[in-house]
């Protein structure tokens, strides 16, 4: 398993497209800025068969400190993106289905 950054992906849509690195890397970060804007907003994103990403609010809850398991520490109520896959993309990840493009 290996991470795939920005940069390895603007390369791979770039070389499959035929498009100018310049161009994709546009594209992509004025799609993360969206993203994020929206997100930010507390709104819900969704995309068919990739998935959904929707801000949530973590309870407070109290953790441990490993090295003194007696001491418990307060971890505040938070906000967190959370993402949910779509049908499409769980079914590639279990291997019940093969990727097509």
């Known amino acids: 398993m290996s991470t795939v950054t920005k940069k390895k992906l603007i390369h ?6 035929g498009l100018h ?5 546009g594209v992509i970060q004025a799609f993360l800025d969206e993203m ?14 990739f998935g959904v990403f929707e ?4 309870k407070q809850k ?3 400190n490993p ?5 418990p ?10 993402f949910t896959p779509g049908k499409k993309m769980r079914q590639l ?9």
Do not use: M
Not at 36 to 49: K, M, N
Not at 55 to 58: D, G, L, S
Not at 67 to 71: D, F, P, Q, T
């Open 12 to 17: 791979k849509i770039s070389q499959s497209r």
């Open 21 to 25: 690195p310049n161009d994709v890397r």
């Open 36 to 49: 994020t804007d929206s997100l930010a907003e507390g709104d819900r994103l969704e995309f068919r068969d």
């Open 55 to 58: 801000v949530v609010e973590r």
């Open 62 to 64: 109290i953790g441990r």
């Open 67 to 71: 090295k003194n398991a007696s001491v």
């Open 73 to 82: 520490i307060v971890i505040p109520a938070r906000k967190a993106v959370k």
């Open 93 to 101: 990840i279990d291997g019940s289905e093969t990727p097509s493009l």
